[in-house]
């Protein structure tokens, strides 16, 4: 039986892709990040050198000036630069997150108005969905958004944003009708000198330390109608589709962060010597190796597939994103533990860059969703027949 093998490997153009990134990366990127993770500030000019290549906001549409990105070449983007800074792989994953729901669900003034600055690399674009006791159960957010006159008055907080303070735009969620319950949540965008708008202390995290987290605080902040992102009470919808899509990102990210923790120890076990001969030569050594691979991979290709669904909106996109995310984020924590391992008492210095992979991995298993959360999504997909085996 004949069989179309190029099902099963990437275009010419998605190489190309991976190559320009890689490059690009390895030059102006990764010489910031042990910078940005010490201070644990913005690494501006891995922005700027992303921003010259396009690669900051790769997935926004043509017609609104973006590079028109497919899923796949978005995920080999994120992937790629992750492999040598997580902090600035959030930028285009942070960016695609933000966006979304205009993509989804805006009007087309909205798109026109606030996707062409992203694409000119002029904004940054947000999202703030989680409160303080409305995480995982995000139907119960308290932030409310009031009729006034031709606009509404937002008040409350939002938790947890990623990179808040540098980002110009946010899609926020508000309770507009709180009889409603979760058909009671719209979605409104806001911009950073809206007049009660401001921010909370920087958050003192353990990794991704150059991407700013911030809560984001609202006081009578007064939003015009024209800024709502599709219809009043969708706003929880429209954020539900948007983590379907951009889970896969977040698989993307921790992919690329295994990635790097297995090519650092590759390389390092090959010049390391005990015994009198390389570390590498140690079958325990290699079959550590061959499982950080081999995972790493398996990954991969999860998360390409979960990346196809996406571009193609398919019905079994809950499910392949929410594995994908999951399967990733384990597996990156997984690996970068033993990539420090591997180095021994060096690994757990900032000498080498996988103790700052080890730390930047674990949040992949926490945001946009735990992935407690991401089991039970499939689980809800297998349940209710979406998905079969």
């Known amino acids: 039986m004949d069989a179309d093998f190029d099902l099963y490997r990437l275009s010419d153009e998605h190489e190309a892709i991976r190559s320009a990134v890689r490059e690009l990366c390895t030059d102006k990127v990764a010489p910031h990040a ?34 028109g990105a497919d899923a796949l070449a978005t995920c080999i983007v994120i992937e790629e630069i992750a492999r040598v800074c997580a902090s600035s792989s959030l930028i285009p994953a942070v960016n695609k997150l933000g966006t979304m729901p205009l993509l989804l669900a805006a009007s087309p003034s909205v798109k026109s108005r606030y996707l062409p600055p992203v694409a000119a690399g002029e904004a940054m674009f947000s999202y703030g969905l989680s409160e303080r006791e409305a995480g995982s159960d995000t139907a119960s957010m308290t932030t409310r958004a009031i009729p006034d006159g031709d606009g509404f008055r937002l008040s409350g907080q939002k938790s947890w944003i990623t990179n808040a303070g540098v980002s110009q735009y946010y899609t926020v969620m508000a309770v507009t009708d709180p009889s409603a319950g979760s058909r009671g949540i719209s979605a409104f965008v806001v911009e950073a000198t809206d007049e009660g708008f401001s921010y909370g202390a920087p958050e003192r995290k353990l990794g991704i330390k150059g991407s700013p987290t911030r809560e984001l605080l609202f006081d009578n902040c007064w939003i015009p109608s024209d800024r709502v992102v599709g219809d009043l009470g969708q706003g929880l919808k429209i954020a539900l589709r948007t983590l379907d899509h951009t889970r896969v990102t977040i698989g993307a990210q921790a992919v690329g962060i295994a990635a790097g923790a297995v090519a650092a120890a590759t390389a390092y076990v090959q010049q390391r010597q005990q015994f009198g001969r390389p570390i590498a030569d140690f079958q325990g050594v290699q079959f550590m190796l061959a499982d950080m ?40 924590m997984a690996v970068t533990t033993d990539a420090v391992q591997l180095f021994g008492g060096y690994g757990y210095t900032r000498d080498y860059p996988v103790e700052r992979m080890m730390r930047d991995a674990k949040i992949t298993q926490i945001y946009e969703g735990t992935n407690q959360i991401q089991r039970m999504v499939m689980a809800r997909q297998l349940l209710k027949g979406v998905v079969s085996f």
């Open 34 to 67: 042990a910078e940005a993770d010490e201070t644990g500030t913005f690494p501006q000019a891995s922005y700027d050198a992303l921003r010259s290549a396009d690669f900051h906001a790769p997935h926004i549409p043509d017609e609104y000036g973006g590079a």
């Open 293 to 332: 691979a081999m995972k790493t991979e398996a990954a991969r290709q999860m998360v390409y597939r979960a990346a196809a669904a996406s571009e193609r909106d398919e019905p079994t996109l809950s499910f392949l994103g929410a594995a994908a995310k999951c399967f990733a984020s384990d597996t990156a």
